[in-house]
């Protein structure tokens, strides 16, 4: 059988404009051996004679193995020829209808299929010089003993009784057009044609585009948020709860700048210090706006107290307390009594609270004493119960009637949120409805493997689909970190990229973290290195899956991978 391109099935042909052209491919795929190749409606591009460019289409392109290239053109219906008149087509009713000179046409179609071959480097490497010839098949008259003219001799004019065995009519046909000097196409020559002619073209968007786009909407998501600051102007205390992705910080942080734009002087808190950097980076001097971590603000009231000569409100926590812990405990005792000593000059007319779940109970009473009116200063707390990693307890100083829950995701595609959303106890919450990639699971039996195939899709995310490096986070879920750390390390990136340990902000670098330490943050692209023990874990799953806004990679053993129940395979 004739390899036929497009193939099409006997209903497709019923459905054909032209029943004549339906016809002649029932018997080139039916009479034909796989020695021919034959396209059906083949488009093309040519060169007019003015130096412009028509389109144009053949009915039928044949390849012969045995020897060339034939253009087919078919005609149904009836056919008259007048010198004076020209062409002329007669209808089932009888009526004529002026066409177009079909020896002609076969003519022109032959070179530009041929322009078409010489043009590509893989027809010119076979050094043929192949029979080219064009011919008029009529599969509804009896006869083409009419059409004996010099521009069409009846060689290369086909009627019905052909259709019998149109490989020998094929073969008469090539035989005609065949000079000495040719030689035949071949097997090989049959399957350059098909690369050149037919090979499929699968042209998609790079990855970095896609992520461009991805992101165009999630601006459009987020600004429906909106509404939540407007509401948030007519309390002076509230807590805004709300799932992964519902832009809970982009909120804090707008929320703290508009703040500071009306005259008020501003602390933003959040518990991780990776976060904290992010929100510092989101305000200068100029903006009245003191972003970091909870921590490093009790550390500022300690050092400020000592700077101004007071005793050491840390020593004096820690001599109250001893036996407690001192993150949890003696830290925000000094912080306490820090204000408690220097007043204004440590307190703030606005509070805005991020990752609100983290906070430990006795967090809340420097944070209440800081407030420089316990009745005006605004005070915010942004949580997501879901993401709470560091086992706190808390009670928020906030009436509980005054919460408002943000129900958007606008930050994962749709297969990344529906897959952070399987670890997900609360209020139902809407996806972005992003399209995007499925994730993907990386599988291999050891870590050191596992590294390696880190890197390796790395390398083609960047080199291939033209991510920024800085687009990218691996975050590790295992422990000890600095093992990953050491694995990825060693592996190659392209030569503008690097790996940063911890580092979000080093220029072309894609970053290695901890799931818990980017608790907060985000990354176009996510490497998620699972374990058997981490994927155990739900809030960590959770959090460590929410933070890929379009494309999720997920590594691990077998084992591991299993458990998470999805298989996708790069």
Known sequence: MARLYPLLTDSQLGELPSQAEATVYRCLRDQLDDSY??????????????????????????????????????????????????????????????????????KSQKYAILNQLQSNHLWAAMRLRIPIGHAVLFPDIETNAAFRLPESPSAIIGCK??????????????????GKDHTPLGNEGLRVVEQIL????????????????????????????????????RHKRAVIVGAAGTGKTMLAVEKARMLALAGA??????????????????????????????HQFCQRCVQQCIENGIQDPLNRAKEEVPNDDYYDIQMPLAAFYAIEELGDALRFDAIVIDEGQDFGEEYWLPIEMALRSSNDSWLYIFYDENQR????????????????????????????????????DGEAVDDSGIDGMNPITVESHSVHSQAKQIAKLVTKLIQDEGV????????????????????????PLPKHASWSREEHFQKNSVLMDTVKRFKGLERDVIFLWVNQEAV???????????????????????ASLEALNFHESP
């Open 37 to 106: 190749f034959v396209i059906h409606s083949k488009s093309f591009v040519a060169r007019r004679k003015d130096g412009g460019h028509k389109d144009g289409e053949a009915d039928f392109v044949i390849f012969s193995a045995k020897s060339g290239l034939m253009i087919v053109e078919v005609k149904g219906g009836g056919v008259t020829y007048d010198p004076a008149t020209g062409w002329r087509s007669i209808d089932r009713m009888g009526r004529a209808h002026n066409i177009k000179d079909p020896v002609a046409q076969a």
């Open 161 to 178: 009784s052909v259709l019998k065995d149109v490989s020998i009519w094929l073969k008469n046909v090539y035989q005609f057009w065949q």
């Open 198 to 233: 037919c090979q499929p073209i699968d042209v998609r968007p790079l990855l970095r585009d896609i992520l461009d786009v991805d992101n165009k909407l999630r601006i459009r998501l987020t600004n429906e948020q909106a509404a939540v600051l407007r509401t948030l102007a």
């Open 265 to 294: 002087n501003v602390l933003l808190l959040c518990y991780n210090k990776a976060l904290g950097v992010t929100l510092n980076r989101q305000f200068t001097k100029d903006d009245k706006v003191l972003a970091c971590t909870f």
């Open 389 to 424: 990693l560091y086992s706190r307890v808390s009670t928020f100083p906030v009436p509980e009637y005054d919460t408002f829950p943000l129900t958007k995701n606008c930050r994962n595609s749709k297969p990344v949120h529906d897959l952070a959303y399987r670890y997900y």
């Open 468 to 491: 920024n490096p800085e687009s990218i986070a691996v975050l590790i879920a295992g422990h000890p970190k600095e093992c990953f750390y050491d694995l990825l390390k060693s592996e």
């Open 536 to 558: 155990s874990n739900d809030a960590l799953m959770y959090v460590g899956i929410s933070r890929a806004k379009s494309v999720l990679y997920v590594v691990g053993d077998n």
